[in-house]
């Protein structure tokens, strides 16, 4: 058998387009995060090839090829190919410098490894430098038979972006159109507990969860497990199974002074706010936004006390730019109130925020922590839900929505009920999350495009000069676009539409169009 390691590719010219596929492959596998907003790394991510030969003489044996694992290594990913001509075939797995890590055999041409997940069949946990070994088993080659394999090793540093798509390569489903999702549950690796087969209260497993939301009918759900990253080598697995449902990472950093989750991180993140390992809450986000990920500060009209330290927001707010979402409807809160609406709210936090012209989404999420929860103490899996246009079903199309803004909240509308809001100025135009440039006294035309309602309210509601909002409610009556105009005074920085039942119960909330004065 011949070996070689190289940096970087250096394929013979039979093998391009072999290079091609791979390529492509593993940009869908460990490629930096799209999104504009949050650029990679300074560090770029490094790779090496080794490639070979597998005789005859190989069979029936295993090949063990040694290669060189760099400091400071968070993820290491392998893809492999082998010419399989003539019912050769060549099973995979690998050792790190203190043991066995994993074995796929046959079944996979691709795996990961990170401190905090692996792909089915091999063992998650820290990436130690020095020499490591792919093992090439091969259990059948024929005489006269040569057997050209290639394997290219990537290895991501700590802190660079996290894998495009986490759980999933390629989207789930294609075409633009509005997904609805559960952005904050809970499963037993940390505080979710269900039912046993024999009635006991159980840490619950995850798919439970997972099985959940699939019945609910929802595109994507993330769980977001107390601080810890242990729940995604088993997520990883069942997104496999669960090919309808997006299954994004999540994490709720949760702090004695507040509580916020991140999206799109797998990587160990700092959360003792106020120790040497987390002295501010910049620190925090500095680790999220390196990794590519999104914040959303959780429930922050809850009370924070001895009942549950740190569940409302009392931390000083950092600059608003590196937040990306609010949780404006919280399960937990909304089945204790009965509404959206009330002193556990999650809206004037947000209005607060907007008033200052931030630019934050709002989103919610159950935080559910039992998947049996129908009518009881909790809000059941996806409700409420958030639900955001992309275009396509995907983590990075669903993270990039969410910054977009594109995003209403559904607190319990009818199935298939939503809200879109256009708000015009002379022949300036923008949509739900954009902005418009406005003049003085410049007046606006709101309209808003309602399905699924056939009766309640449309309400627009204005903001920022400094006063309660201002609302302006229009009956639906069965029309798929109700239409008002506004308008403007100094100091406006937003207008959002929301529809109320024709009990005044909100049922959906818009995020809003941004007015630059």
Not at 260 to 271: D, E, I, K, M, Y
Not at 274 to 285: E, K, Q
Not at 347 to 369: K, Q
Request: glycine share 12%.
């Amino acid at each position: 058998m011949i070996q070689r390691q190289t940096d970087g590719w250096g394929l013979r010219p039979r093998a391009g387009a072999l290079l091609l596929g791979l390529l492509c492959l593993m940009g869908s596998q460990v490629g930096a995060h799209a999104a504009p907003s949050h650029p990679p790394a300074a560090a770029s991510p490094r790779q090496i090839e080794l490639s070979g030969v597998i005789t005859h003489e190989n069979h029936e044996t295993y090949v063990e090829v040694p290669f060189s694992v760099p400091e400071d290594t968070e993820r290491l990913t392998v893809t492999f190919e082998y010419d399989r001509e003539s019912r050769t075939v060549i099973d995979l797995g690998i050792r790190d410098p203190n043991g066995f890590r994993g074995w796929s055999g046959g079944n996979r041409s691709t795996f990961t490894l990170a401190t905090s997940d692996a792909t089915s069949a091999y063992i998650p946990g820290r990436i130690p430098p020095g020499e490591w070994r792919l093992i090439l088993g091969v259990p059948n080659i024929r005489k006269g038979v040569e057997a050209r394999w290639r394997a290219r090793v990537q290895f991501d540093p700590a802190g660079a972006p996290s894998p495009r798509s986490a759980f999933q390569d390629g989207p789930i489903r294609t075409g633009p159109g509005w997904y609805r999702g559960d952005l904050h549950t809970h499963s037993g690796h940390s505080d979710g507990s269900c039912a046993s087969l024999s009635g006991r209260r159980v840490p619950c497993p995850v798919f439970r969860t997972l099985e959940a939301a699939r019945t609910a009918g929802l595109d994507f759900i993330a769980l977001t497990e107390h601080n810890t990253p242990s729940v995604y080598p088993e997520l990883r697995a069942l997104q496999a199974y669960y090919d309808t449902l997006l299954v994004l990472p999540g994490r709720e950093v949760t702090t004695f002074r507040g509580h916020a989750n991140v999206f799109g991180v797998t990587s160990p993140l700092p959360f003792q706010l106020g120790s040497p390992r987390a002295p501010t809450l910049d620190a925090v986000l500095d680790a999220v936004a390196s990794a590519g990920g999104i914040v959303s500060i959780n429930h922050p009209g809850m009370p924070s006390g001895e009942l549950c330290m740190g569940c409302g927001w009392v931390a000083p707010l950092p600059d608003c730019s590196r937040i990306t979402a609010v949780e404006i409807a919280n399960g937990g809160g909304v089945k204790m109130m009965g509404s959206a609406e009330g002193p556990l709210s999650g809206l004037p936090f947000w209005e607060a925020l907007l008033d200052r012209g931030c630019h934050v989404t709002g989103i919610a999420g159950s935080d559910n922590h039992d998947p049996d929860a129908k009518d009881g103490g909790q809000s059941p899996v996806g409700r409420p839900a958030t639900v955001v246009y992309a275009p396509e079903l995907s983590q990075p199309a669903i993270l990039e929505g969410l910054r977009r803004g594109r995003v209403f909240v559904d607190i319990g509308a009818p199935a298939g009920a939503s809200i879109d809001l256009t708000v015009s100025s002379g022949k300036a135009k923008a949509g739900m999350g954009g902005s418009l440039q406005l003049r003085g006294g410049a007046s606006l035309k709101m309209s808003a495009a309602v399905s699924g309602l056939p009766e309640g309210t449309v309400e627009f509601v204005s903001g920022g000069n400094g006063k309660p909002p201002n609302r302006m409610q229009i009956p639906v009556r069965g029309r798929p676009e109700v239409a008002a105009e506004l308008r403007s005074t100094p100091g406006l920085k937003w207008v959002r539409a929301d529809i109320r039942g024709p009990d005044g119960r909100l049922l959906l909330i818009g995020n809003p169009v941004y007015l630059q004065n």
